[in-house]
């Protein structure tokens, strides 16, 4: 069975710093999909970025990036230049290429920003 | 239109009340789902309904009844429930076969079950 991990409970950020999110997951899979989601207060589960399995290259959307390390099943989310409005609870998720698959959440990350 | 709208966006029921969640979206998606959420953990996959038609069902109590009347709407059924089901209920669909673009959530209905 497909298992997702966030082994850090909380983190804290300074405003303009960096900050990374841990994420592991196993999967007997290779084809699949990896997503970081957002949930701040509101509720909303907002998708921060995405990675496809097959793709080598970390992806990046403007301040977030991701480091994905397949070979040791690591998916890490880095925000850089953290701002007030990016405290959130955040879950990494994967999910199976194909229709049957669903998504799986790791714990999630509440992440807190400092002004 | 990209979004997925849920309402009510809160709903306080008793324990022998019957209410009805919905959960609508005009993005064309063609599977749809139902997620419990309570404080501080993820979400759980309640149902997942594709073209219409209900292709999982993650043992959910029977006090708990998915419709899907068209490609645009779901609907979750409550009736008889337990304080425990109090949680966010979270509706999302995703796009394409294969989930390359994730899944679009709603802001969720909070449900208290008193």
């Known amino acids: ?115 | 239109d990209t979004e997925v709208t849920q309402t009510p966006k809160h709903l306080v029921m008793g324990m022998t009340n019957k209410k009805s969640l919905k959960c609508e979206q005009h993005m064309g998606h063609r599977a749809m789902y139902w997620y419990k959420q309570k404080a501080k953990k993820p979400p759980e996959l309640m149902f997942v309904y594709s073209y219409e038609k209900l292709s999982i069902n993650e043992s959910v109590p029977s006090r708990f009844s998915p419709e899907c009347p068209n490609s645009s709407l779901l609907n979750l059924h409550l009736h008889a429930l337990q304080p425990e089901d109090s949680a966010l209920y979270l509706c999302a669909s995703r796009a394409g076969t294969d989930g390359v673009y994730g899944y679009t959530f709603g802001s969720g209905t909070r449900l208290t079950v008193v």
């Open chain 1, 1 to 115: 069975a497909q298992t997702v991990t966030q082994s850090q409970p909380e983190m804290s950020v300074q405003e303009a710093e960096t900050v990374t999110l841990s994420c592991t997951y196993d999967t007997s899979e290779s084809d699949y999909y990896l997503f970081w989601y957002k949930q701040p207060p509101s509720r909303q589960m907002i998708l921060v970025i995405r990675q496809e399995a097959y793709k080598q290259q970390n992806a990046t959307e403007n301040r977030f990036s991701v480091n994905f390390q397949k070979a040791a099943k690591s998916f890490s989310l880095k925000i850089s230049d953290s701002q007030l409005g990016d405290a959130a609870m955040y879950f990494c998720a994967y999910r199976y290429r194909g229709s049957q698959g669903n998504l799986i959440f790791g714990k999630g990350t509440k992440l807190s920003v400092k002004p």
